[in-house]
């Protein structure tokens, strides 16, 4: 069986991790992603670090299965062979600073006025129009302004989510949007010009604190661990030092907590701890009692009685214990990956479908396909090396 998006084309004038992500999910779905990159080194973020054999860990996520095509897209023979890729795309979708694009004469409008079936993407921190349009968006950057530090991290401090959050969320909604454009350009031949911003994606994936806020016009508490409304829940000590994440959705399971895990029957039917309201308002001592109970208990033993008593609960895990995971391990959710410098480990994207496998390409090095696909654009040997030499082009 094909993948969803074999025989599609995308073009991509990307960088970071917004645009690159999106264009990713497109190549594991089969699409064609021809990754426009600088001369001069390329995507920044192949510098970020160098934890994977030399490789930025963020490059090497977000890359693979893309051809590298390194342009000075600011030069006339640059601009040139960039505007003769997008002539031949379905899709083309750039991240640039804002204002960029349009300066190159690639604005939407321009665009699809010559390729009216094309689906254009514009990508930025806050958007093409209003009062911020100009600003600089790094993912914290949005993070803050979009409310999410301010919900995020303990009582007594702020913080930021562990991994790129505004970039993530942007970059799932470009896929999305460019997913839904497609199906509409199937049925009517019609392209489409979409646009998201890092903001408004955070702003939707706020839900729950925003609408609180909206209609309380309180501030929703940093809780850490804990949930603002619910008790017990929140990660608890176990004999060997590890901690388990306990969950008690509703009052029933308070009851299986005490009588069949903890073993204190007692507090079931304590009037200060017998419903959610009750254990909310007599927190501290909830957690205290519990524990109490959890530490006595390693955490294989604390898993199995809670997993037998219908109690949700989860290991605090490592980094390195997600990696061992044995629930990934047990499904076969790892596969090999080329890289310039050898196979890699990575894990599979989340959509499984069942008659066909992602295709999980290689991750390119910088301008690595640059002469095979002005090749392909009917450039000879001796125009490839002249652009070359101009600085138009980097083709290693």
């Not at 209003?130 to 949005?142: E, Q, T």
Request: with cysteine.
């Amino acid at each position: 069986m094909t993948l969803p998006l074999e025989g599609c084309t995308v073009v991509s004038l990307e960088q970071a991790v917004a645009a690159p992500l999106a264009t990713r999910h497109l190549a594991d779905m089969g699409a064609r992603v021809l990754k426009i990159e600088r001369v001069d080194g390329g995507d920044f973020a192949r510098a970020y670090d160098s934890s994977v054999r030399g490789m930025g860990s963020h490059f090497v996520w977000l890359n693979r299965g893309k051809e590298s095509v390194a342009l000075d897209v600011k030069s006339e023979d640059g601009l040139a062979v960039l505007r003769a890729l997008i002539g031949r795309a379905d899709v083309f979708l750039q991240n640039l600073a804002p204002g960029a694009a349009a300066r190159l004469g690639l604005s939407a409008p321009d665009l699809r006025a010559g390729h009216p079936g094309l689906i254009v993407v514009d990508m930025s921190g806050y958007g093409a129009s209003g009062p911020y349009r100009d600003k600089r968006a790094y993912d914290l950057l949005v993070q803050a302004e979009g409310g999410l530090v301010s919900i995020t991290g303990t009582p007594e401090a702020p913080a930021k989510t562990g991994i790129p959050t505004a970039d993530i969320a942007a970059g799932m909604y470009a896929y999305s949007g460019v997913l839904a454009a497609l199906v509409r350009r199937g049925r009517t031949g019609e392209g489409a010009q979409i646009e998201v911003s890092m903001l408004d994606a955070v702003a939707e994936w706020m839900g729950h604190p925003l609408y609180l806020a909206a209609h309380t016009g309180e501030q929703p508490p940093r809780a850490g661990l804990s949930h603002p409304v619910i008790a017990p829940y929140d990660a608890y000590p176990a004999a060997d030092g590890s901690e388990v994440l306990i969950g008690i959705q509703n009052d029933r399971g308070w009851v299986r907590l005490v009588t069949e895990v903890l073993g204190r029957p007692e507090l079931a039917d304590d009037p200060e701890f017998a419903t959610n309201v009750a254990r909310v308002r007599n927190r501290e001592r909830v957690d205290a009692a519990v524990a109490e109970g959890t530490k006595a208990l390693s955490a294989e033993d604390l898993i199995r009685r809670l997993d037998a008593a219908g109690i949700a609960a989860a290991r605090l895990n490592t980094v390195r214990q997600l990696i061992e995971h044995p629930q990934l391990s047990e499904r076969d959710r790892w596969r090999t990956v080329p890289t310039p410098v050898g196979p890699i480990e990575a894990i599979l994207p989340p959509a499984t479908f069942a008659d066909v496998e992602s295709r999980m390409g290689a991750v390119p090095a910088h301008g690595e396909h640059t002469a095979a696909v002005l090749a392909e654009l009917g450039y000879g040997e001796a125009d490839i090396a002249a652009l070359g030499k101009r600085g138009a082009i980097f083709a290693p």
